[in-house]
C-alpha cells in the first residue's frame, strides 16, 4: 500500500527545509544586502525566526502560502488528526513512565548517555507539547496560516526548547553555531548593474561572496531568484504525486495500523513494572519500523 500520510507529512517538511534555507537572506527594513544579513543573523541568535519570513519578496510568500495550503486541503483529515492524537499519547507515557524506561534494559544497554537523556527528559516532551498545541495539530489552521505568527510563536519556542537540550551536550553544538550569528561580518564588494556582491565572514568559517539582486524591492541572493521559480514547482510536483486521492482501502487500512499501534500505547500505559514495559515498547518500535520500511 503507498504509504499516503508519511509520504506527504515528508514532502511538508522538505518544502518547510527548503523555504528556511533559501528565506533567510532579505529583510525589508534593510536597505543594502550587507545590512540584510546582519538583521537576519541578530534576529535569529535572540530566537526571533519570523526575520527568515520578513525577508522574503511578497511573491515569494504568495508562493509558500499556497503551497501550504494545497498541502492542507489534500491531507486526509482522520488520518492527520488520528497522528496527533497519537503523538499526544505518547507524551503522556513519557511523562508517566519516565522512570520505568530509564531503569530497564533496553536503555541501559544502548550506547548513549543515559545520564544526559535523563537531563533532557523533560525539554524533549515540551518540544513534543509545542508541536501537538501548534497550529500543525489542525489542517484548517494550517490551510489559513500565518507563517509570521507561526515563526514567531511556534518556531521561536522551539528554538528555545532546543537551546536548552543543547546545554546538557558536552560539545552544545547548537548554542555555538547560534553564537556564531552574532560574530557574522560583512562588506559591500561592489556595485554595478542593479547587482551587488557582498563579502559574508562567520567566526571558524570561509568567507562566501554572494551577489544580491533586488525581486520585490527585496535583497535577494542572485542564484535564489534563479532558481526559485524552478524549486517551488518541483516541490509542487512532489506534493501532488505525494497527494493522490488516498482510496477508501488505502485510508482504512491505514487507520488500521494506527489502531493497532495505539493499542500497543494502551498496553504501555498499563504496565506498572519495566519487567511488562520493554518486551510492548520493543513490539512498538518493531511497528514503526515495519511502516517506516513499507513499500508501494
Same mark, same amino acid.
Request: hydrophobic letters at 40%; one cysteine or more.
Given at each position: ?28 527594513? %534593510? ?7 546582519? /538583521? ?17 519578496? $511578497?511573491?515569494?510568500?504568495?508562493? @509558500?502560502? *499556497?503551497?501550504?495550503?494545497?498541502? =492542507? %486541503?489534500?491531507? &486526509?483529515? &482522520?488520518?492527520?488528526?488520528? /497522528? ?14 519516565? $522512570? ?28 513534543? +507539547?509545542?508541536?501537538?498545541?501548534? *497550529? ?15 515563526? =514567531?510563536? /511556534? ?9 536548552? @537540550? ?12 547560534? &553564537? ?11 556595485? *554595478?548593474?542593479?547587482?551587488? /556582491?557582498?563579502?559574508? +565572514?562567520?567566526?571558524? #568559517?570561509?568567507?562566501?561572496? @554572494?551577489?544580491?539582486?533586488? @525581486? ?10 534563479? !532558481?526559485?521559480? $524552478?524549486?517551488?514547482? $518541483? ?5 501532488? +504525486? =505525494? ?9 482504512? #487500512? %491505514? ?10 500505547? &494502551?498496553?504501555?500505559?498499563? =504496565?506498572?513494572?519495566? +519487567? ?6 520493543? !513490539? ?13
Amino acid at each position: 500500500m503507498k504509504n499516503i500520510f508519511f509520504n506527504r507529512t515528508i514532502i511538508l517538511i522538505l518544502s518547510i527545509v527548503v523555504i528556511v534555507f533559501i528565506s533567510g537572506c532579505s529583510k525589508s527594513a %534593510a536597505t543594502t544586502p550587507d545590512k540584510v544579513v546582519d /538583521t537576519v543573523a541578530q534576529d535569529l541568535s535572540k530566537n526571533q525566526p519570523q526575520v527568515l519570513w520578513n525577508a522574503l519578496p $511578497e511573491s515569494y510568500q504568495k508562493d @509558500v502560502n *499556497e503551497l501550504l495550503s494545497d498541502f =492542507a %486541503a489534500k491531507m &486526509d483529515k &482522520d488520518i492527520w488528526n488520528k /497522528t496527533f492524537e497519537l503523538i499526544q499519547k505518547i507524551i503522556t507515557i513519557l511523562k508517566t513512565k519516565k $522512570e520505568l524506561i530509564l531503569t530497564g534494559d533496553m536503555v541501559n544497554k544502548a550506547p548513549f548517555d543515559k545520564k544526559q537523556m535523563s537531563e533532557s527528559w523533560g525539554s524533549f516532551v515540551a518540544i513534543l +507539547e509545542i508541536i501537538v498545541k501548534s *497550529e500543525l495539530a489542525d489542517l484548517d489552521k494550517i490551510r489559513k496560516l500565518s507563517i509570521e505568527k507561526f515563526l =514567531a510563536g /511556534t518556531v521561536s519556542s522551539l528554538m528555545k526548547k532546543a537551546s536548552e @537540550v543543547s546545554k546538557l551536550e558536552k560539545e552544545n553544538k547548537y548554542n555555538k553555531e547560534l &553564537d556564531k550569528l552574532t560574530g557574522i561580518k560583512t562588506s559591500i564588494i561592489k556595485t *554595478e548593474n542593479e547587482e551587488t /556582491t557582498i563579502k559574508i +565572514e562567520v567566526p571558524d #568559517k570561509e568567507p562566501e561572496v @554572494v551577489v544580491f539582486i533586488k @525581486v520585490d524591492n527585496k535583497w535577494i541572493p542572485k542564484d535564489l531568484a534563479g !532558481q526559485w521559480k $524552478e524549486k517551488i514547482s $518541483e516541490i509542487k510536483n512532489e506534493l501532488s +504525486e =505525494a497527494s493522490e486521492k488516498i482510496t477508501v482501502e488505502e485510508k482504512q #487500512k %491505514a487507520l488500521g495500523m494506527m489502531k493497532s499501534f495505539d493499542g500497543i500505547l &494502551d498496553q504501555i500505559l498499563a =504496565a506498572k513494572t519495566k +519487567e511488562d514495559l520493554e518486551p510492548i515498547i520493543g !513490539q512498538g518500535i518493531g511497528m514503526l519500523f515495519g511502516i517506516f520500511l513499507s513499500k508501494g
